[in-house]
């Protein structure tokens, strides 16, 4: 009989991931994390069940253009497939948005919420996509006057019925580029009854299929740049699904998120309503953006979690000479430095999510408002990135199986990569930290927490991690106070540097005070193990060995390890 590799098996993230468990309970108060944890379980297991087979059954059957109809009317249909019209069923009944704003469990409920979207991620063909378009524009909506307009369109964004649900498409990108929004050539005029029509072309629209959407347009007449933009609310088609002054030309031809239907496509005469004045759009856009940033946090990080899960269990499977890849040294040291990236990223992610509750809820102290404005950009940037690398080293750590596609390996690079591209790319947000931190003066703020954090972890090693961790803060923060001073090319030369030092020195810190609960309620020395990795990642040069193998394997394959003894 020839001998064939066992496949990796998906696990329930939500009782597999230790890190997330932890983080939890740690966390949400014991009557929140007992009433939120039966909606993680089921959400773990649709992901490892149901829609993860339909992931895999509708693999190659990608979104389609229809532009005309049988008799030749311009109809401009697209088409997806049967497994999105599941996750947008999914979606709406388990409240991946509606969660947010029902504030059930009042500045926990973003927790909670997006506890659910890093479980439902990476078994939904990037259906998170028009989900966090969605959530940003209720957050936006939310923070208007109620009008009929505002208050239906809001009802039904954030609707658990799945009949009633809708998502928003958010279309900013034009032929000008994506990241410097006020060059938008997109105009806004007046008809003879005062109705605004939007003509112009917008390059990139995600999830074109969505029923309405927000857009920048300049207002006949307003200045140049992002002040003179407003923002815009558009229905995509009718009542009667007639398109709304709409061509779409074509969907785009992408390397990743094929699923996604993204689309090229021409306002000619677009019906629109502008949502907060005709002019400061870009201003205006900033509560969505925060929301879709940290939307994407949260699935670079889920799909880091996706790609070493899988690779945990193949280790545990897969013989190569003579015993199992889960026996082999130098392949638990790549899983622990995986292990180690992935939970400090998923700490500064979930971290985000509890102050963006706070704020939406007037709970946050003026400290933690401060801190947020510099950690949306940070967090996001360095989850988008690492999720790459990790990607990347997912694949292979399944030799050829890893570059296969129908093994659903080569999906994990492919929409990995537009993580560090959406919402802001990586020098995009590296300067907007810079000017985040001065704007807000949020320097003293993330110093004084992680300081705080320093004096209350007493374990010794960690408490000197926490100490590193608040060192490296300072540095980065004192390095852009002198620099802003002296050199602007100086300044901007090193902003990425910068943003990944700031991101590390949090996650570091954030992840030794974590590391020091696990110790004293769970007996947990594991997370120790991830915080002093990652404080050797933090660093140039080689990485400091370790001959203790358990302490390796614990981290590498996701085990407990039991807590060393005090002398």
Partial sequence: MPFFQEPPELKNAFVEDRALGSWLRRTLPGDVMNDVAPSLEEMG??????????????????PRHVPYDAWGHRVDRVEVNA??????????EKGLVATAYERRHGAFSRVHQFSLVYLFAP?????????????????????????????????????????????????????????????????????????????????????????VALTLARPEGNGPGGKGLALFFVRVRDDDGRLNGIVVHRLKDKLGTRHLPTAELTLDGAVATPLAGLSDGVRQMAPMLNVTRTWNAVCSVAGMQRGLSLARDYARRRVAFGSLLADKPLHLETLADLAAEHEGALALALHEALLLGKSETGTAMPREEAALSVIQPIVKLFAGKTAVASASEVLECFGGAGYVEDTGLPALLRDAQVLSIWEGTTNVLSLESLRALAREEAGGPLLEMAEERARSTVHPELHALAKSAADRLR???????????????????GARRFAFALARALGLSLLAEHAAWCLEHDGDARPMEAARRFAERSVEGLSVATDDFARVRALALGEALPSPRRR
Avoid at 84 to 91: G, S, T
Avoid at 152 to 165: G, H, K, N, Y
Avoid at 480 to 493: D, H, I, N, V
């Fill in 83 to 92: 497994a999105w019209r599941e996750y947008a069923r999914v979606a709406a």
């Fill in 45 to 62: 297991d649709l992901a490892r069940g149901s829609l993860h087979a339909l992931s895999r059954a509708h693999r190659l059957d990608e």
């Fill in 123 to 211: 078994s939904s063909q990037t259906y998170t996509c028009p989900l966090a378009m969605t959530d940003g524009c209720a957050r936006t909506l939310e923070g208007l006057p109620s009008s009929a307009l505002r208050d239906e369109v809001f009802a039904r964004l954030t609707s658990r019925d799945p009949a009633r649900a809708w998502t928003s498409g958010q279309w900013m990108t034009e032929r000008t580029g994506g990241s410097d929004v006020g060059l938008s050539e997109t105009v806004a005029r007046r008809d003879e009854s005062g109705t605004f029509r939007l003509y112009g072309t917008k390059w990139f629209t995600s999830a074109v299929s969505s029923e």
């Fill in 475 to 493: 540095r980065a923060v004192e390095w852009a106070r002198t620099t802003s001073g002296e050199s602007r090319p100086a300044l901007e030369s």
